[in-house]
């Protein structure tokens, strides 16, 4: 298998603008989360989803950050209007039930100027 | 207050010592626990879990859960420059495979 796949690796956005960020999970996993790394606060749960249905959103700081799993193999998280201090590492990870074990992707980099 | 907190500095050892990592938990619902390694730049893997009080080994790794203190471990035995990385400790509620992470602790092995 892959992995969990995410893209873009690096992403340099101008204040204002829109982002979207993008998450493959690893096959037959029913369970996406998505977290931010900065390092004053370090790994935040975001939102996390089972079975394409998000079950707790309550990490996400905003209203302009947004999340979707249309199907079992694709997740985005949205950030609009983007700000500097979302400049973070942004990872998204996948398990199964019943196996704690999350397996993370290799991160997008999000710099906000 | 953080449901898992690090809050232990940088972490220097000389090659070839004993490393050790503390960390604690603040939901006494709380029943597994994970230490996942981040090298700089790279993402989270994961190399020990442990669910019952008491001591696991796994090669050069010992952790150590305590869920009356609430309080999990990580030692690493005859420490490698390899070794050099961001320890992050994790726990999870049985059930629910949501994680919630330390800040973590960098640890430097001096050659």
């Known amino acids: 298998d892959a992995g969990v796949i995410q893209s873009p690796r690096h992403e340099v956005t101008e204040m204002g603008q829109e982002v979207t960020l993008r998450c493959k999970p690893i096959?037959?996993?029913?369970?996406l989360f998505w977290y931010r790394q900065t390092m004053m606060r370090g790994l935040e749960l975001l939102i996390y989803?089972?079975?394409?249905?998000?079950?707790?959103d309550s990490g996400m700081p905003e209203d302009r950050f947004s999340a979707k799993m249309p199907n079992a193999s694709f997740s985005t998280l949205k950030i609009q209007p983007s700000e500097p201090r979302d400049s973070a590492v942004y990872f998204c990870?996948?398990?199964?039930?019943?196996?704690?074990?999350?397996?993370f992707g290799q991160g997008t980099r999000l710099t906000v100027v | 207050q953080k449901e898992v907190e690090q809050n232990s500095g940088p972490l220097s050892v000389p090659e070839g010592a004993i490393a050790s990592l503390n960390c604690t938990y603040s939901?006494?619902?709380?029943?597994?626990f994970f230490w996942y390694r981040q090298y700089s730049g790279k993402s989270p893997e994961l190399i020990m879990s442990?669910?019952?009080?008491g001591d696991k080994e796994d090669g050069r790794f010992t952790a150590q859960l305590n869920k009356a203190s609430q309080y999990v471990s990580l030692l690493i035995r005859d420490s490698q420059p390899s070794d050099s990385a961001t320890y992050l400790c994790?726990?999870?509620?049985?059930?629910?495979?949501?994680?919630?992470f330390g800040k973590g602790n960098q640890v430097v092995v001096i050659p």
């Open positions: 939901d006494r619902g709380s029943q597994s």
């Open positions: 989803f089972n079975n394409n249905v998000p079950i707790d």
């Open positions: 990870a996948s398990s199964t039930t019943g196996n704690t074990e999350a397996f």
């Open positions: 096959s037959g996993h029913d369970y």
């Open positions: 994790a726990s999870s509620y049985y059930g629910n495979n949501r994680l919630a």
């Open positions: 442990i669910y019952s009080n």
